[in-house]
């Protein structure tokens, strides 16, 4: 919750998840229940794999009206060569995600863990053929309304995305795959009349990706999504109520065949004054497909939202978070379900002495499997992955990054090459477990088509 605590609507939106609409759906535990499959999916299942760093950011803050500047440097980056490590296991980034509402918080310093989430097809080799790069990048949001209009509720403002925009298109004519684009915690704002003149806090945020090692890899498009989001403030009791079809912004994309990347606040708001706690905010959405079928439009997979409840024990200067996701992410892995994001909301579903439960979003999506004319069900080999008996290519190996903060410059390359960049040159096992067909199984995970 961490911006939720400091000043509620920020980058913070959710679910409108009223009690009428609870009816139907009661939480099982801490979460709502996860889709029941009549028969065991035939398609690739996955083992998950989770990883936290704790990334401390400082603040510093000078005055004035001209020279005023408030600064806030994160450490992230220096721990993102244990992102790189269960790549040499064969797992691959899913997404990479503040964990909300946990951390530590001193006087001009806080403590906030980030998780990433990885998964590998259930008992595949662990050589694979992509690597983790993160770049560095930037959102600024440009105020359309002067400071008394912002006041009374009537301030407009747009995020400048060119920047995101800009890294995706230069690296995904490269062959990578979006994985995830998270704030890092980073950020600069000017004085006082820098803000009445219309200029407002740049916002650090990284840009993962997947990166072949591969020749000839196949080319992705993207599409950014802006779904607005209305936030109201209900008083004490409920903080806010929060106004979004998930569900039905969701589905529309996917059954147009497109697969979502990751939901992303991009700190952009609208009729909403900076003392006001009402207003519409914008998310982001990031969908992905494959350049050559831009003109197919049957839909490749089914979605389905999971809604957590998420509690956190308040203390002094720390709150801890009293359950734990990840069995539930776990399981939906286990049955071929693969984890697109996670998304906080500012919900409140109850407060209690020391404690505080608010809503998280886990969106899923899985693969539609149809039997072939002759039985059975289609195992694809993934791009880059050679036949079960030839020795593979020589990896497509891109430049190195530029060092941060460079803003759209590669952060660096986890794990270094020659880290199981690539399987041996003795060929591929034979490998088929069930409930899979004969087919050999792919020597790496089946990262970026999971097919």
């Not at 939106?13 to 009690?19: C, E, K, V, W």
């Not at 964990?99 to 998780?115: L, R």
């Amino acid at each position: 919750m961490n911006s939720l605590r400091k000043k509620v609507g920020n980058f913070i939106a959710g679910n409108d998840t009223s009690q009428t609409q609870q009816t139907d759906q009661q939480a099982k535990g801490n979460h709502t229940p996860l889709p029941e499959d009549q028969y065991v999916f035939p398609g690739i299942r996955y083992t998950l794999h989770f990883v936290t760093i704790d990334v401390t950011t400082i603040g510093q803050t000078t005055f004035g009206l001209v020279t005023g500047k408030t600064s806030v440097s994160s450490d992230v980056t220096s721990k993102y060569a244990k992102l790189g490590e269960p790549y040499q296991q064969g797992f691959i980034l899913e997404t990479f995600k503040a964990v909300p509402g946990i951390g530590k918080i001193g006087w001009n310093a806080s403590e906030t863990p980030y998780q990433g989430v990885f998964s590998r097809p259930m008992g595949a080799p662990v050589y694979h053929s992509w690597q983790l790069l993160v770049v560095k990048s930037s959102i600024q949001t440009v105020e359309r309304a002067g400071l008394l209009d912002q006041l009374s509720g009537r301030g407009n403002d747009v995020t400048n995305q060119s920047g995101i925009i800009s890294v995706i298109a230069q690296y995904c004519r490269q062959g990578g795959r979006l994985a995830s684009v998270e704030l890092t915690g980073q950020k600069e704002s000017q004085g006082v009349l820098a803000k009445v003149g219309g200029k407002s806090e740049v916002f650090g945020c990284d840009v993962f990706f997947n990166m072949p090692l591969h020749q000839n890899p196949t080319l992705y498009t993207y599409q950014l999504v802006n779904v607005p989001v209305q936030i109201m403030y209900l008083g004490p009791g409920k903080l806010v109520k929060v106004t979004c079809d998930w569900m039905a912004h969701f589905t529309q994309h996917l059954q147009k065949g497109w697969k979502l990347v990751d939901i992303f606040w991009d700190q952009g708001k609208r009729s909403h004054g900076d003392f006001s706690l009402s207003g519409d905010h914008n998310s982001v959405w990031f969908f992905e497909r494959e350049t050559k079928k831009m003109t197919d439009l049957y839909p490749v997979y089914q979605g389905t939202i999971i809604e957590y409840q998420h509690t956190v024990k308040l203390g002094f200067f720390e709150t801890k978070a009293k359950g734990d996701w990840t069995p539930m992410i776990t399981e939906m892995g286990n049955r071929g379900w693969e984890l697109a994001c996670m998304l906080e909301t500012p919900e409140v579903a109850k407060i209690g002495l020391g404690s505080m439960t608010f809503k998280v979003l886990f969106f899923f999506q899985r693969r539609l499997v149809q039997p072939t004319p002759h039985g059975g069900y289609p195992t694809a080999i993934p791009q880059g992955i050679p036949g079960p008996y030839r020795p593979p290519q020589a990896p497509h190996v891109p430049p190195p990054g530029a060092q941060y903060p460079m803003t759209g410059q590669a952060a660096g390359y986890y794990p270094p090459q020659g880290q199981g960049a690539y399987p041996p040159t003795g060929g591929y096992p034979n490998y088929a477990p069930p409930p899979y067909s004969a087919a050999p199984e792919p020597s790496a995970p089946p990262l970026p088509e999971k097919q």
